[in-house]
């Protein structure tokens, strides 16, 4: 569910007609719903009610500072996977002790950032890891909590572009290599070895491969505790996939999600910690888009828009679908037209859908991508010399722009010229 609904023939933000805000902040610009992102957020929160628990919003889906705030203003811990995301984290007010810290390449600077500035944990995800972070954290005469990333060997049967649990993968450690690992981790200085990390991947939209990867987790907290590791938080990543809109796609809900948990550790008696953000960003944003031309092909029409790959790359990237839908509410019953919806950079894979059929629309009417709220802003660049494009965000009948669209002067007055030009 979301808060973008047709109301009085034109497609709204919560109370905000679309059309106000693209006539007032030009197109292309991303836009967001506050009672979606919080909607969504407390549907986890309640989803782990009545074991303990704590939702880390996995940043890399969207992390504007106006969303950050949105959500750690209801408690929501920060899942990070970079300095820059990390400070971004302390910035918007999230205290150190709900920000955790993942990815596989943590730089000597950002696991001191991160000890300086306080950190609930780190995600492990290697043994030179561990061992840096054990030196650096004896240096500065502290000792900072870990999980330790298991690779589990499972099939999260989703884009392979975005699996993370099986043996090939670049994450965590293999799950057969684990007690070495940890004993490892608990004779090194500075570590506090508490938990376990698991991530099987993103964009889920079966409950099987999450089952099967919790169970083993399970059976290897019983494991470590046998061989004497205070096992007590148990970190089961994210990656509960959002519909896209297309028939085949119905993930699972939340509640769901959490009954998996509760069956499958809760007997554990280990706090856990969750790490979605495609499911609490993706529907809580729309890409807004306006119409250039209508272009007759030979054998096909093409939608010419003002948006681009550069701002939403996920269908060049992914080939992924997201719903185009006209601004103005159509009539219904009227003929649909087949269209290659493109954008105007100059390449081939500057194309969001192929055939898609949709109302008969011209040039200066505006569009919307659905879910477009989870890895749109956050993965945009500047390519062709585009401006980032803004982000707006809604709450009740009034917006703000949360994040401004450059000028061109903003742009090239970043480069800087060398003193023999």
Known sequence: MDHF???????????????????????????????????????????????????????????????????AAE???????????????????????????????????????????????????SEPEMQQISRIAAQMGKTVPITIRVNPDVDAKTHAKISTGKSENKFGIPIDRAREVYALAASLPGLDVIGIDVHIGSQLTDLAPFELAYRKVADLTEVLRADGHDIRRLDLGGGLGIPYARSNETPPLPSDFGALIKRTVGHLDCEVEIEPGRLIAGNAGLLVSRVIYVKQGADRQFLILDGAMNDLIR???????????????????IEQVAYDVVGPV???????????????????????????????????????????????????DHYAVIRPRPTFDEMINRDTIPAWL
Do not use: W
Request: some cysteine; proline content about 6%; aromatic content about 8%.
């Open 75 to 125: 408690g929501a811990g920060m899942d990070v996977v970079s300095g820059g995301e990390y400070a971004r984290a302390v910035a918007a007010g999230v205290p150190g002790d709900r920000i955790v810290f993942s990815g596989v390449g943590k730089t000597e600077a950002e696991i001191a950032q991160a000890l300086a500035g306080g950190i609930r944990q780190f995600n492990v995800e």
């Open 315 to 333: 269908p060049a990237m992914y080939d992924a679908h997201h719903d185009i839908v006209p601004v103005v509410e159509p009539d219904a019953g």
């Open 5 to 71: 609904i047709y109301r009085d023939g034109t497609l709204h933000a919560e109370d905000v007609p679309v059309s106000r805000i693209a006539d007032e902040v030009g197109t292309p610009f991303y836009l967001y719903s506050t009672a979606t992102l919080v909607r969504h957020y407390r549907l986890f929160d309640e989803a782990l009610d009545g074991m303990p628990h704590l939702v880390c919003y996995a940043m890399k889906a969207a992390s504007n500072q106006a969303i950050l705030r949105t959500l």
């Open 346 to 396: 100059c390449e081939s894979g500057d194309t969001f859908a192929k055939g898609r059929t949709m109302p008969p629309l011209a040039a200066d009417d505006l569009v919307a991508f659905r879910s477009a709220g989870a890895y749109g802003a956050v993965m945009a660049s500047e390519y062709n010399s585009r401006p980032l494009v803004p982000e707006v965000l809604v709450k009740g």
